[in-house]
């Protein structure tokens, strides 16, 4: 049951790692399944060993009350905590993530995990190398 906990590692929280993710050519990968939109980039420089490391962002602007900002994050964690064993990454790939939430209101969580699967799997699709030498040929 070890494959489903959320570490320390898991987190993205180096300022450096979320400005580079977030400047204007920084991110390898972009892509909106509502009420998420995820943000990543690839970062095989990292020391740490867990292939993807994740930030979630609850906009005040989208969520006034910070009841409601917390079980949103809350549920994005959750759905992101089952999600991810079933997306592995190729060995050696180390992604960073930014998962914004930009949904107006509450959102279900059947509607975050939906958009979690789908954001995953754009993801796993994009970073494996069959992929991108596919990708190459056309």
Not at 8 to 33: H, M, P, V, Y
Not at 46 to 65: C, E, G, T, V, Y
Not at 68 to 88: I, N, T
Request: some cysteine; proline content about 4%; glycine content about 6%.
């Amino acid at each position: 049951m070890k494959k489903f906990g959320l570490y320390k590692k898991d987190k993205l929280c180096s300022t450096l790692d979320i400005q580079a993710l977030f400047e204007g050519r920084g991110a390898d990968f972009s892509t909106l399944a509502y009420p998420l939109r995820a943000v990543a980039r690839r970062n095989n420089k990292r020391w740490s060993d867990a292939p993807i490391k994740f930030l979630i962002s609850i906009p005040k602007k989208r969520l006034h009350h910070a009841v409601e900002r917390v079980l949103m994050r809350r549920r994005v964690r959750e759905a992101f905590r089952l999600e991810r064993a079933e997306f592995p990454l190729p060995d050696g790939v180390r992604v960073d993530i930014a998962f914004v939430y930009v949904g107006k209101g509450v959102t279900s969580y059947d509607a975050v995990d939906r958009a979690m699967r789908r954001i995953l799997g754009h993801l796993v699709e994009k970073f494996t190398p069959e992929s991108d030498a596919s990708a190459d040929n056309q």
